[in-house]
């Protein structure tokens, strides 16, 4: 049977399934972009080591580039450095023993005096064996809080000898097969990047320490070793907390204690040229994902 409606009737239903839509949309707002994507995970690293790692506060340079990104995680960063410290230093002094057992660290990198067992201010690269024993000792440590230990293969100092480098670059690829640890391979990404780059300097004048285009490169590094990414198109200029030096021991192995960062400043750590940032970046990540490194990392 069927029933028939009369043209107002028609109408006025036609009327109030408009205002029941009207409403439900109102509910039912539609989501934004920002609702709709997911949040990106975040990573927590500890940084420990010395002035290599607090020169230009490399943890934030990490962070500030993996922000930069428009996808992938967010890095929160902390370093735990003091000058001329090795290892060792850290295994017995300071903060980093407190913060590694008070756990939630997705990564701890490890960042070893630049010549091993060598002098201070020589190219030279000396006796390992230290080197190993502090490896040894952390890892088990790391790995016991939760946490993934990494390497940071350090570079030359500017005049240091092929075969001084090699013998740097040996140690960490020896420790790091030995007990199964990943390795960011910075030390091969300078020597590409002075191949490539010979009028950029990466080191400052002590022929040691990161310029900030040294920095940044460590840190491109560092990031495509633990996401796995291509930092291709991150930021050239990265902003973060500045450390300061005389603080912190200096450069030297003074008596001062471990860097904190300013953390009531924000200033620009790294400001590159767009086309020297996006030449490191090609470095950084020919570096990580070339076979002859893959073994390493």
Known sequence: MFTTFTYREVVRRWAGACIALSLLSVALPTPTAAQQQPPRPNIRVMFIGNSYTFTNNLGDVVAGIAASQKDGPTIAPTIVARGGAHLDWHLKN???MSLLQAGGWDYVVLQEFSTLGGEIGKPEVGD??????NVREWVPKIRAAGAKPVLLMTWARRGAKESEAAKLFGAYEHIGHELDVKIAPAGPAWAEAHRRLRTLDLHIYDASHP??????????????????????????????????????GGFGAGASPTA?????????LVELGP????ELQRVAWDTVSSPATASVH
């Open 275 to 278: 086309a020297t940032a996006a």
């Open 211 to 248: 310029t900030e285009a040294g920095s940044y490169l460590t840190a491109l590094v560092i990031y495509a070793t633990l996401t796995g990414r291509n930092p291709s198109g991150v930021a050239a200029t990265i902003y973060g907390h500045p450390v300061d030096t005389d603080g912190a």
């Open 260 to 268: 904190v960062p300013d953390m009531t400043l924000t200033v620009p």
């Open 94 to 96: 300071g903060p980093a």
């Open 128 to 133: 390992p064996e230290p080197f190993y024993a």
